[in-house]
């Protein structure tokens, strides 16, 4: 599981429960981190957004540390968003 390095807050912290749900956490630096109460709070302003970017990847067969750390590379390099272009 990958996190973008261009996410609020990368490194993210996951969470994890007993019955399966395994999911990245952004906002819970209260509960997570001992940060205090209302910590993970995130605005976003009218009609903007926030792009968040995770991927789950499965591999068949064998693979090395270094396979993976590749592939995380790959998808690192990824812009998240778009560049604006300049104005002429």
Same mark, same amino acid.
């Given at each position: 599981?990958?996190?973008?390095?261009?996410?609020?807050?990368?490194?993210?912290?996951?969470?994890?429960?007993?019955? #399966?749900? =395994? &999911?990245? +956490?952004?906002?819970?630096?209260?509960?997570?981190?001992?940060? *205090?109460?209302?910590?993970? %709070?995130?605005?976003?302003?009218?009609?903007?957004?926030?792009?968040?970017?995770?991927?789950?990847?499965?591999?068949? #067969?064998? =693979? &090395?540390? +270094?396979?993976?750390?590749?592939?995380?590379?790959?998808?690192? *390099?990824?812009?998240?968003? %778009?560049?604006?272009?300049?104005?002429?």
């Amino acid at each position: 599981m990958y996190d973008h390095p261009g996410n609020l807050r990368h490194p993210t912290t996951w969470h994890a429960r007993d019955y #399966g749900l =395994v &999911t990245a +956490n952004p906002f819970g630096m209260h509960h997570f981190l001992g940060k *205090e109460k209302g910590a993970g %709070a995130f605005k976003i302003a009218k009609d903007d957004q926030l792009r968040l970017s995770y991927r789950v990847e499965f591999f068949r #067969g064998e =693979v &090395t540390p +270094n396979d993976v750390e590749a592939s995380y590379q790959r998808f690192a *390099e990824r812009q998240l968003v %778009a560049p604006v272009a300049a104005a002429e």
